[in-house]
């Protein structure tokens, strides 16, 4: 609060580092030996699903802009209130989701 950031400077840069960690993980997973054509992930065999596959990158999108939308939204609750507001929320979210699963 004190900080006073830019809500959406603040949502970029948790998807900088999010980007970066994921791009750690694919490494470690691309030489890990697995049953995805020698890989316990292929990121090339990914990127060719998603080039080809209009529906998987539009699933893709979609939920790009979902994260973003959640961030910005948690960011916003923060802001206005507290960290402990936005885990509250984050909880009541999972609950919400178990709740209209079942």
Not at 11 to 30: H, K, P, Q, R, T
Not at 39 to 58: E, P, R
């Amino acid at each position: 609060k004190k900080a006073n950031f830019p809500v959406m400077q603040v949502v970029g840069w948790e998807g900088c580092w999010g980007m970066v960690f994921s791009c750690a993980a694919y490494l470690v997973m691309y030489f890990s030996p697995g049953s995805d054509h020698g890989h316990f992930a292929d990121i090339g065999n990914t990127l060719t699903l998603m080039a080809n596959s209009s529906g998987v990158a539009m699933l893709v999108g979609a939920y790009l802009v979902a994260v973003c939308g959640l961030n910005s939204s948690g960011i916003a609750v923060t802001a206005v209130l507290s960290g402990m507001h936005r885990k509250f929320l984050d909880g009541m979210r999972a609950g919400m989701i178990w709740a209209f699963a079942l």
